[in-house]
């Protein structure tokens, strides 16, 4: 366990120092709070929205945002240069060991940087609005630390045991990755979807929902935020489907979890098995 703390605070240190982590936390921090300062300009209205609706408008932009950024530093992160990584791999420590300690001490560095940009949107909410709906940005705010780590492990899954000159062709995984699972996978599933009749549809769009990650955190989200009418007559099909709110919930955490654990796997089982 020391030895895990220990390459966890390296990594953390690397992270925090990285300029790829500090442009990141610029960059939510300043479209955080652009989110919230945007208020009602769309409907003609002026002022900072309450918690609950900067949640839900922020709600896109951490789907779109932190699987894409944790990919790419996980990736930049789990493939050292060949030095490197010869160097790193050859101390008496298990390989497994340091794959867990690089993903934490990721996962901390990220997720303080996400912290960073929430808690300067919540401080001006707070001032301006007062707390109303705070429990939905906290919702919010797991719910970017469970996308953080379930795409930290599918980087960890891509690179593990990946050195300096395979990197590039990792990177190019990562997009892809990113790409289908957040872009594209939905456009299919609608696409296939409406060829079908809309009993087969319907139960096609909940599977895809339950079973892809994001789409699984955030039919969660809306679901916790908003209840039984979060999508009208689609909420209606996933609860007879799952057998009311408990089999919805069951089956939505049970998706997270698969997600959390099986590709962090697939990563230690690559890094013991290569030949680094």
Known sequence: MSLLVLFARQELLLAVRSKWTQVFTAVFAVLALAVAGAGYVVTGGSGLQDFARTAVSLMQLVILLV???ALVLGVISFAPEHGAAELLYSQPVGRRTILLGKLLGLFVALFAAQTIGFGLAGLVILRQVGGYGASTFGLLIT?????????????AALAGGVTGRHRARALAAALIVWFSVVIL???????????M??????RLLISAALINPVDAIRTGALLAVEGPGA????SAALLRFTGGPVGAGALIVLSIVFWLIAPALVGMRRVTRADI
């Open 67 to 69: 699987p894409m950024v």
């Open 143 to 155: 719910s970017s630390a469970v996308l953080t780590a379930i795409f930290l492990g599918i980087a």
């Open 185 to 195: 996978y939905d456009v299919i599933a609608l696409g296939a979807a409406s060829l």
């Open 197 to 202: 009749p809309s009993g087969y549809a319907s």
């Open 231 to 234: 999508f009208g007559p689609a």
